[in-house]
């Protein structure tokens, strides 16, 4: 059997003694195991032990480009598919699977049995993404909602003692129902802000994507791996930094990583 010790003696230099312990008893919430399938596999070898994963949707063979799954996962749920290769990695860890979307009934609950939660739920499902965060402002639980950006990432970090809520940041009514209201709408505002930071193909992407989502169907974008893997390299290091007490970029400002724009840029010159 792999101690904790022994699977976390790496870190060493990165993470201190007393952080490594509170990464250890933290418990997360990942909400929307696709995207978030990349940042469940760090967090787990970074050391955090306590992790519920809540989808509903099952493997699908356009989900192996990006997520942590397998073609022998293909027609599983997301969560299980999950679970196992978390608890393949760490079998000492609790790993709580939850066959389910987020929504007005079971949100409260979830979100009240961690310390920390991760969103990255289909946009296409806005009322379970409200009650998530509406959830997690209530019970004072930090949030980062993330999302892949072509070849980069996105995260917004939102502190439980946060003036901005998801709500405010995208517009929607303060309270109530958002069932009238156009995901596609609220999300293109959000993606005219972001337009001047991205790429054009990202941004060309998505404005494609827009427009077939109008009709209910969801969200058919294109994504790749190296921009999936960004969310959850930034994600993690996000929730260790907050852990640890170092500062971080707040809502509602959006930390961007551009992968392509990083190596067209000027580097550190070894000669």
């Known amino acids: 059997m792999i101690t904790y010790d022994e699977l976390t003696r790496r870190n060493s230099g990165y993470v201190s003694g007393p952080l490594q312990e509170r990464i250890r008893t933290t418990r997360l919430l990942v909400a929307g195991c696709g995207i978030g399938s990349s940042f469940a596999e760090a967090a787990v070898r970074l050391g955090f032990e306590s992790l519920t994963l809540i989808d509903g949707d ?134 005219g802000k972001l337009a001047e930071a991205l790429p054009p193909e990202a941004v060309a992407v998505v404005a494609s994507a827009l427009t077939v989502m109008e009709d209910g169907r969801p969200c058919p974008a294109s994504q790749v791996s190296p921009g999936a893997f960004a969310v959850g390299a930034l994600a993690a290091t996000l929730v260790v930094r907050v852990l640890a007490g170092e500062p971080v970029t707040v809502a509602p400002e959006m930390v961007i990583v551009d992968l392509p724009r990083l190596l067209a840029a000027p580097g550190l010159h070894l000669g």
């Open 58 to 191: 099952t493997v699908s063979p356009h989900n192996l480009n990006r997520q942590d799954y397998t073609a022998a996962d293909v027609g599983t749920p997301k969560v299980e598919a999950l679970a196992r290769r978390l608890r393949a990695i760490n079998p000492s860890a609790a790993i709580r699977p939850v066959c389910a979307n987020v929504d007005e009934v079971n949100a409260t609950k979830i979100v009240a049995e961690a310390d920390f939660v991760f969103d990255t739920i289909d946009f296409l499902d806005l009322a379970g993404i409200v009650a998530l965060h509406d959830a997690a402002r209530e019970l004072r639980r930090p949030v980062i909602t993330a999302l892949a950006i072509g070849w980069g990432a996105g995260c917004v970090y939102l502190p439980p003692d946060s003036p901005w809520s998801f709500r405010r940041l995208f517009g929607l009514p303060e309270s109530g129902t958002v069932s009238g209201v156009s995901y596609v709408e609220t999300f293109g505002k959000v993606m």
